[in-house]
């Protein structure tokens, strides 16, 4: 059974999940991304070996992340859109409304598990909310996410820093794709990409990402 109360500050959600911590659920709506991740920088910076993880669920503004190994020849075709090199791992990506991000904010020295478990642990999540939803998801070797009969339908990318994670996945649930036809997605030429909407998957972004939230509690407190 998880416990809910009110947190004080901006009333967000927080939940016990487990017997060894709590993790605070932080629902931000529509933000602009660079904002965003200078906040996951200083929170990671700051949180003291007792601050709870975090988790923020949220959409941004159009935008392509380009992480610290990436290649600027994935970016294909020229946009309005700005490019903002960023401190993940990865290469090139796009976030836009419709899109479904979660930052993962965790202390994995609690947790026990390192960063490559983390990742499969992310993953299942999405597995496990697209099989409520009727539809068959995998991994897919040497390139991280989750696909649909080889498309991909979420995206991650984490940043570790004194144990403790942020960044996280984009998960594509009813947004506008033709962004991606500008770059290789994940800097893989020729990669296909596909949303829940596509799929007949009838969820709005805001009950994808609850469901989301949810799957991911599982998962990573398991």
């Excluded at 906040?39 to 990671?44: G, S």
């Excluded at 419709?98 to 994995?108: K, T």
């Excluded at 893989?188 to 799929?199: E, F, I, K, N, P």
């Excluded at 009838?202 to 509690?217: D, F, T």
Aim: with cysteine; aromatic share 6%.
């Amino acid at each position: 059974m998880i416990a809910r109360d009110r947190d004080s500050k901006g009333g967000a959600l927080k939940e016990r999940c487990g017997t060894d911590g709590q993790v605070l659920i932080r629902d931000l709506g529509q933000v602009d991304y660079i904002s965003t991740w200078r906040a996951m920088q200083i929170f990671t910076a700051r949180r003291a070996p007792d601050a709870a993880d975090e988790i923020w669920l949220l959409e941004h503004s159009p935008v392509y992340t380009q992480g610290q190994a990436g290649k600027p020849e994935h970016l294909i075709a020229a946009t309005d859109i700005p490019v903002v090199p960023i401190d993940r791992g990865g290469q090139i990506t796009y976030h836009g409304p419709g899109q479904v991000v979660v930052y993962v904010l965790i202390d994995l020295r609690r947790r026990g598990y390192g960063i490559r478990e983390l990742v499969t642990r992310l993953e299942q999540a999405v597995i496990n909310l697209l099989a409520e939803q009727g539809v068959a998801s995998a991994r897919l070797g040497g390139a991280p996410g989750v696909y649909v009969e080889g498309a991909k339908i979420a995206a991650l990318g984490l940043r570790v820093r004194h144990g403790c994670t942020y960044h996280g996945l984009a998960f594509n649930v009813d947004m506008d794709m033709r962004p991606f036809a500008a770059i290789n997605p994940c800097g893989y030429a020729g990669m296909r990409v596909t949303q829940c909407r596509d799929l007949g998957v009838k969820l709005s972004p805001a009950e994808a990402g609850q469901a989301l939230v949810r799957c991911l509690r599982d998962t990573i407190y398991s």
